[in-house]
């Protein structure tokens, strides 16, 4: 009977560790089982951030092409914006004075005509009528092309509007640093000024050229 009951508790003794084998073995299984697991997640997440990451990559590379070809087009677009400037300053320059030039071309024509007339005629009364008459003429055009004659004479000297060429002296102190007379007149072309008038001053004291 003892043999029995120590045959029977070293059987249950097998069965027990055989169990706690299993238990081992099975723990062992499920710990391999989690830890692959995790190792596919991880590698599923990091295949994820990777093609998220190329993903941005593509879109940053697709706005760096689309901000290249808008820079190249401005700048072509800059540079044919010069090129025209460029240009029409060029034809601007050629014929700036085109309007002008035409307009005189009438009062040119009048003085080859006075010019034949003067080689055939003595009259001198009708000679003259015919440059008064040209003269006249291109006045008119000039003053409407915004040419203004400047009014000088007995105005006090301005050094910014007047070329003194000499001086001469005056008994008249009021005189003094006047504009006695106008050599050349000077003009405005727009109300700016394109030539100063060349004048003579009044001085008091011994003449003195300047």
């Known amino acids: 009977m003892i043999f029995k009951k120590k045959k029977v508790m070293s059987e249950n003794t097998n069965k027990n560790a055989n169990t706690s084998s299993e238990n081992a073995d099975n723990l062992t299984q499920d710990a391999t089982q989690s830890g692959n697991n995790q190792n596919d997640a991880a590698e599923n997440e990091g295949a994820a951030m990777v093609e998220v990451n190329e993903d941005k990559i593509v879109a940053l590379q697709t706005e760096l092409d689309e901000q290249k070809e808008k820079y190249l087009r401005l700048v072509a677009e800059f540079d044919n914006f010069r090129r025209r ?15 002008v030039i035409t307009d005189l071309l009438v009062v040119l024509d009048d003085m080859d005509r006075a010019g034949k007339q003067m080689e055939v005629s003595s009259d001198i009364k009708l000679i003259k009528e015919g440059v008064t008459l040209v003269f006249n003429k291109m006045r008119g055009i000039l003053l409407k092309k915004g040419l203004k004659v400047m009014d000088t004479k007995k105005e006090d000297f301005n050094p910014d509007l007047h070329e003194a060429i000499t001086e001469i002296p005056v008994t008249d102190e009021a005189m003094q640093g006047m504009i006695i007379d106008v ?9 700016k000024l394109i030539r100063c008038a060349k004048v003579i001053i009044g001085k008091t004291g011994e003449l003195k050229g300047l």
Do not use: F, M, V
């Open 183 to 191: 050599i050349e007149p000077g003009y405005y072309l727009n109300e």
């Open 85 to 99: 400037s460029r240009k029409e300053h060029y034809e601007l320059e050629q014929t700036a004075g085109k309007d």
